[in-house]
């Protein structure tokens, strides 16, 4: 599986990640409703997305809401679809079929990927 | 200062916080207003409710999703770019994979397909392409490198009916049943083999028609029927039984007994061939049904060897009983004649010299023995004189068994007699041995014994053993005429016999 993320959730520990040359590791989790059509787009393009930007360094894990309502109210989850960046911090929510690739990206901190600091590749 | 630096720090990043918080619910409530959402989650009083935003639709695909969540076969679908949308449980058991790792991946990163034949991807992409739908089976390949062979069920997903919008399958492991029918097939090819090749005719009968329902290569060779001929037929209609009353009684015993032998039936070819044959047959059941299996073995050959082997313990026997005669004969004959002091070594002698022709005969299977190999047997201790003092003349006549016995005691009875008074028993002199065939109307084989330049010859005054052996003897078992002459120069002993009573054709030692 993929590497944990740090024990701490100090944001100061964003600044250890940054100032290495090692990629950041993404994890996400997509919260869903059964096999909606719009769940079944947004599962596609999140993974579309993570494929393009973020190959070999996320972990994405897709839930059904209806199997596992208890885990979706600790997340404070109150619609689906619902993309959740649990890392880096801070933390993140994004709500829709996630169509929006540019402000999905900007919400992930991608856009800017030049930048060596937060780019997740080399 | 410093404490009122790290509060003022504090209170930005709360803040900043809060703002997120309140931009991520103004993102949520912009998301419902413009139906960017699904479905609500509600936290109430018995814990968290979902309210699904979508009305009769998502509830059917709520159902949907149950339904196929609860089948036994695995379920995938793809979107156009065979993205996984949705698996169901019987799927993440068979690739090991989590719905919640799999979606939205290629399907080719949880499994990668082989084609069991190269034609059967074309196949498959021209069915999905024409058809819409493409079934058949081929083999997955899991990521942790194990392999499962799968039938599968595809079916394309269409927005429109131009534009495929992705594809379900249904797919069901068939890795036990695949490897059984391997088996099954090994199983096949091993003993249809053995059926094809057995060197005993096998026939398969069905037990209620009584028909024959199968033949191997070698009972179409035994009968000399082909195996369209054979099938369909009943026993007796191939001449194994004598008539329909034998075969369904041999049924009705089948069907009693499960087993029915016959040791010696006679069989005929289609040519006209007579066998005689030995019937096994078994009822047997296979998967439900009942067949006869019928094992028929030509036993004609077995029978000849039987036959022969009687006729042979009967032979010898009777050869036994003749060799005890003429050992009872020469140990009587031996006691009456001569000095009973040295009787057990006579006797001895003249049994070794009956037992040497004895194992020319046996040698040669009772098929006769050379003349010049009797004579050299006879003269064993005396090789060394062969040729020089001992002269051997004849062509090549094979004497037969009884000729053999006679004129081999003979020989050993004359050269005991020389070496002890006649032409071996000096220095000088010498034997000639010759025999002939004579060509006549009636062929006469003859055979001579000449002493010369031994001591002086004396006719004896008693008439012992040795002179009956080269005299009666002989020429009982030959029927012909024995001639003794005591010539002052040495010995002279003849035998003449009717050739076809002393001879077997020449012949090549086995």
Partial sequence: MIAAPPASTDPNALLADASTSEPIHYVLRLYVTGTTPRSMRAISNIRKICEQHLEGCYDLEVIDIGQHPALAEGEQIIAAPTLVKKWPLPLRRFIGDMSQTDRILLGLDLLGASSAASSPRP | ?510
């Fill in chain 2, 1 to 510: 200062m410093r404490e009122t630096a790290e509060l003022r720090s504090a209170a930005q990043a709360e803040i900043a916080h809060l703002s997120a918080r309140l931009q991520e619910a103004e993102d949520t409530l912009g998301a419902i207003r413009n139906g960017e959402v699904d479905a609500l989650l509600v936290t109430g009083a018995t814990g968290p409710q979902i309210y699904a935003l979508q009305g009769q639709d998502a509830e059917t695909n709520r159902f949907r999703g149950e339904m196929l969540a609860q089948v036994s076969d695995a379920v995938i679908a793809v979107d156009h770019e065979e993205r996984i949308i949705y698996l169901n449980t019987a799927a993440e058991r068979l690739y090991g994979f989590a719905a919640s790792e799999a979606l939205g991946r290629r399907i080719s990163s949880i499994r990668q397909a082989h084609w069991l034949r190269p034609e059967d991807e074309a196949a498959a992409t021209f069915a999905l392409r024409e058809h819409g739908e493409w079934r058949g089976e081929n083999i997955h390949l899991r990521n942790d490198g194990t392999t499962v062979y799968v039938e599968s069920g595809i079916t394309m997903l269409r927005e429109n009916p131009t534009q495929p919008a992705g594809m379900l399958a249904v797919i069901r492991d068939v890795t036990e049943r695949k490897l059984n029918e391997g088996q099954v097939l090994v199983s096949e090819i091993r003993y249809r083999r053995l059926f094809e090749t057995a060197h005993d005719g096998i026939l398969l009968i069905d037990p209620s028609s009584q028909q024959i329902i199968d033949a191997n290569p070698f009972m179409t060779t035994m009968l000399g029927y082909s195996h369209a001929e054979l099938v369909g037929r009943e026993l007796f209609e191939i001449g194994l039984l004598n008539d329909q009353a034998a075969s369904r009684e041999m049924m009705r015993t089948l069907k009693r007994t499960n087993h029915v032998r016959y040791d010696n039936l006679p069989l005929e070819s289609q040519a006209g061939r007579h066998q005689e044959v030995e019937v096994i047959a078994n009822l047997y059941d296979e998967n439900g049904r009942q067949v006869i299996q019928c094992n028929i073995r030509d036993i004609s050959e077995r029978r000849r060897s039987e036959e022969h082997i009687r006729l042979l313990i009967a032979e010898v026997n009777h050869r036994a009983k003749n060799l005890l005669a003429v050992v009872q004969a020469v140990a009587q004959q031996t006691a009456k004649h001569g000095d009973p002091e040295t009787l057990a070594a006579r006797l001895s002698e003249r049994i070794d010299g009956l037992a040497a022709g004895q194992d020319l005969l046996v040698k040669n299977q009772w098929q006769g023995v050379e003349v010049s190999e009797l004579i050299m047997a006879q003269l064993a201790h005396f090789q060394d004189l062969i040729g020089t003092r001992v002269l051997l003349v004849g062509p090549p006549a094979r004497l037969n068994a009884a000729a053999a016995q006679g004129i081999g005691m003979a020989l050993h009875e004359l050269t005991t007699n020389a070496v002890k008074y006649g032409a071996l028993s000096n220095a000088e002199g010498r034997v000639r041995i010759g025999w002939q065939v004579m060509a006549d109307e009636l062929p006469v084989f003859s055979m001579s014994w000449l002493e010369e330049h031994g001591p002086k010859v004396a006719p004896p005054v008693h008439k012992g053993f040795g002179q009956v052996v080269i005299g009666r003897m002989a020429e009982a078992a030959v029927q012909g005429t024995a001639v003794i002459a005591y010539n002052e120069s040495g010995l002279a002993w003849t035998i003449t016999a009717a050739a076809a009573d002393t001879l077997t054709p020449t012949q090549d030692a086995p």
